[in-house]
């Protein structure tokens, strides 16, 4: 049996992840992030996919957040609520609501930009929220780790979940060593490695996957 | 008692410091007013600001206290007014004030206590730094955040803190990179340090202090006054003219993996 894979998102780059991993052989449940508004949902939402499922092996959170650099000081409180805050509140309902669905040999991934180790002017409200998604997966790491689950982040190139006009953002000196910032298909294979018993003694880490910009530390 | 106003690190500086009723963000106020800085507690508590903001001025320092709830958008506009109306200008603003629960406990217990957290660290980061920013671009002044190394290395004890103090280092990195130009920097400080709040969980966990020493190679806990206020002093002052995005982490060096 393939790896049973929970995948949240909307977006592009979410459509084409879910894809490659069907292809990758995982059975997957999709869920949309309005269920994640509040906890009840979540729970409701992610029973019923987890009841589909039968248990959840891989659980893939991707932050995706398309838009047009807006300054700081321009950002309206509703825009920086619903691109900050609401993210960092789905991704708390959705792993409280995957904990029962949880257990030894369980991977939770939450995909995120590298604006969240290098921020991003422009998109200040994405980069603090995948940051704080960051830390939230190695509390979990931290938290479920003696009950066999673990966790990792993929963090992308800011290009392929922001958009291009992330490109310049992130803090890092040079381009990617490997002269390109990849797409869904590099991602799913790091992310379908994690999956893998093999990768099973790494736990809370962020694995850079953006073609070689990112190094430190 | 009378002072050269441009005396010290931050002589004729003037700062607003939230949460600067007590405990670090009261030790970063007093020690930025002994270089010079006039400084403005800003504080929910006006019966912790209020004595604090005399017993500076008692040491011939500048200070005001101005009430401020950093959940209301509408008190932080009146602190940065009030701190107009008093020194004239506004160098440097350090958001220091977290409230809310930060009480240990599961990720699937998160629910009680986070949504004021969330406000008054995240929500309130974005406030200050809307509000503050006109007077910072004019003069040329600093943002300063305290974040925690709990955000940098996840806590097993203190979820629902160890995400927003990080969401904040990347909300300091982001602005660093749009306010720079503008000449304003924007900086992290990551402390532990002996506070009211510490004395509540050393209470609570009587084992705490010496768990928490034993992984500090200085082998004490830090002084809000002496330890933590330096750090401030220099982020905020032409010390550290050229840098900008960065975290320095306050520990005693239990946390290396910055």
Not at chain 1, 64 to 79: A, R, Y
Not at chain 1, 200 to 211: H, K, L, P, Q, R
Not at chain 2, 89 to 109: K, M, Q, R, T, Y
Not at chain 2, 222 to 241: E, K, N, Q
Request: proline share 6%.
């Amino acid at each position: 049996m393939g790896t049973r894979t929970l995948v949240c998102g909307a977006g592009g780059l979410y459509d084409e992840l879910v894809a490659r991993l069907r292809a990758r052989g995982h059975l997957v449940e999709t869920l949309g992030l309005s269920s994640l508004a509040a906890r009840p949902t979540a729970e409701t939402a992610v029973d019923t996919a987890a009841a589909a499922l039968g248990t959840v092996d891989l659980l893939v959170h991707v932050l995706e957040s398309p838009g047009q650099p807006i300054p700081l000081v321009d950002l309206s409180t509703d825009d920086w609520v619903a691109v900050c805050e609401d993210p960092m509140v789905g991704a708390l309902h959705l792993l409280q609501a995957c904990r029962p669905h949880l257990g030894p040999g369980s991977r939770v991934v939450h995909v995120v930009p590298t604006s969240a180790m290098g921020g991003a002017p422009g998109f200040a409200a994405t980069a603090t929220a995948a940051e704080g998604i960051r830390a939230l997966n190695k509390s979990a790491a931290r938290q479920w780790g003696t009950d066999g689950i673990t966790t990792a982040v993929v963090a992308a190139a800011p290009e392929l979940l922001i958009g291009p006009a992330a490109s310049s953002s992130g803090g890092a000196l040079s381009g990617p060593a490997l002269g390109r910032t990849g797409g869904a298909e590099d991602l799913a294979g790091i992310i379908d490695t994690l999956a893998s018993p093999d990768a099973a003694f790494t736990s809370g880490s962020t694995i850079v996957a953006d073609g070689g910009t990112w190094m430190a530390p | 008692m009378s002072k050269d106003l441009d005396a010290g690190l931050l002589g004729g500086r003037v700062a607003l410091i939230t949460g600067g009723g007590a405990g670090i963000g009261l030790g970063i106020a007093t020690a930025m007013a002994r270089e010079g800085a006039a400084v403005v507690l800003a504080a929910r508590r006006i019966e912790n600001g209020e004595p604090a903001a005399e017993a500076l001025r008692d040491a011939g320092h500048r200070a005001l206290c101005v009430r401020c709830d950093v959940t209301s958008r509408i008190d932080l506009e009146s602190a940065v007014a009030a701190t107009i109306d008093g020194f004239g200008h506004l160098d440097c603003f350090v958001h220091n004030a977290v409230g809310g629960s930060v009480a240990p406990g599961p990720i699937e217990g998160m629910d009680d206590g986070w949504p004021g957290l969330l406000a008054t660290t995240v929500r309130a980061s974005f406030d200050a730094a809307q509000v503050a920013h006109p007077h910072l671009a004019a003069a040329g002044g600093s943002f300063l955040l305290l974040t925690s190394a709990a955000g940098m290395e996840g806590s097993a004890s203190l979820p629902a803190y160890a995400m927003v103090k990080a969401s904040q280092r990347a909300l300091a990195k982001s602005l660093s990179q749009e306010w720079g130009p503008a000449g304003i920097r924007v900086n992290c400080i990551a402390p532990v340090a002996r506070t009211p709040a510490m004395d509540r969980a050393y209470r609570a966990n009587p084992d705490l202090e010496e768990r928490l020493l034993e992984r500090t190679p200085l082998r004490r806990i830090g002084d809000p006054t002496d330890d933590i206020g330096p750090v401030a002093v220099f982020l905020t002052s032409d010390l550290a003219r050229f840098v900008t995005g960065q975290t320095i982490v306050a520990d005693g060096g239990g946390f290396l993996g910055l």
